[in-house]
């Protein structure tokens, strides 16, 4: 049976580091990599271009008219695929945000989304603290795309089941969850909360991650990721899985039916209760 309304989806997993060049070599390999496959879409995750480890984010922060948007763009009109940017340090006026970018053939490049909840945790000694260098994002996103309604979140984001209930009231056939997960959070939570964000929400979800031991290229600094880039379907089934590796891409076809599928056998659009909750004392 043919796919309805496939979307071929390439899925990128690297390794970034403290250094805007050297994360870019690993982004072009991956571009390369993905042109035999022909997708329709390239997904990288979130710290794509910059993954601070040593305390240097406002010099690195990156601007739109950094040379690098222009060869992706020239990727993208060349070979028709849109080029998903997961997150990383933006610089806009005077703030930075972790912000999504979006390029696709012929249309001028786009910041989709700007990271809602900060990564403020102390997790197994470890104190992170994303606030002291970015500024929140307010506003969640869905962008069409070849047929499908895409929604955009990042990482941390994956916590907060209110956001993925909103997308899924605006129908959304796909949420893209880049990401950089650590080594203990993604042991414990990252398959289960994936999983069940694609179940509750009825659509595929896909989360390009950052994997393997990142070494600072300025001082001793390093911190290890998690990886296992997946995708799950609606039902909640894995479509692929990227496992540990430091430098992985997998491609993963969507079949827009199954969406449909899904959401005829268990109707959750017309039984969800849309009003707020009050708890009697």
């Known amino acids: 049976m043919t796919a309805q309304n496939p979307l071929r989806v390439y899925v990128a997993q690297m390794c970034s580091v403290d250094h805007i060049e050297a994360c870019c070599d690993q982004i072009f390999l991956h571009l390369e990599l993905a042109k035999s496959a022909k997708p329709d879409l390239i997904s990288f995750p979130e710290n794509c271009l910059y993954l601070q480890l040593n305390g240097q984010l406002p010099e690195a922060a990156i601007s739109l008219d950094h040379p690098v948007f222009k060869e992706l763009q020239a990727y ?12 990383m340090p933006l610089r806009e006026n005077d703030h930075v945000y972790n912000a999504t970018v979006w ?13 809602i909840h900060l990564f403020d945790v102390e997790v197994a000694g470890k104190k992170l603290q994303e606030s002291l260098y970015y500024r929140q994002g307010h506003r969640s996103s869905v962008k069409s795309y070849k047929g499908w309604n895409i929604a955009f979140s990042i990482c941390y984001d994956l916590r907060f089941a209110e956001l993925y209930s909103g997308y899924a009231k605006r129908g959304a056939d796909l949420i893209l969850v880049p990401s950089a997960f650590l080594q203990t959070t993604g042991e414990a939570h990252w398959h289960t909360l994936l999983r069940a964000r694609a179940i509750e929400s ?12 990142h070494q600072s290229l300025y001082a001793s ?12 379907d609606p039902w909640g089934r894995l479509l692929m899985d990227l496992l540990g590796q430091d430098f992985a891409g997998g491609l993963v076809e969507l079949d827009q039916g199954k969406i449909g599928e899904v959401r005829a056998q268990i109707p959750m659009a017309q039984h969800r209760q849309n009003r707020h909750w009050t708890c009697d004392s």
Not at 76 to 87: E, N, Q, R, V
Not at 202 to 213: D, I, K, L, S, T
């Open 202 to 213: 009825q659509c595929f979800v896909v989360a390009a991650a950052q994997a393997g031991q």
């Open 221 to 232: 600094k390093t911190r290890q990721s998690y990886g296992h880039s997946v995708a799950y």
């Open 76 to 87: 993208s009109d060349a070979t028709g695929a849109a080029i998903h940017l997961g997150g």
């Open 103 to 115: 390029l696709q053939p012929s249309v001028p490049l786009e910041v989709v989304y700007r990271k």
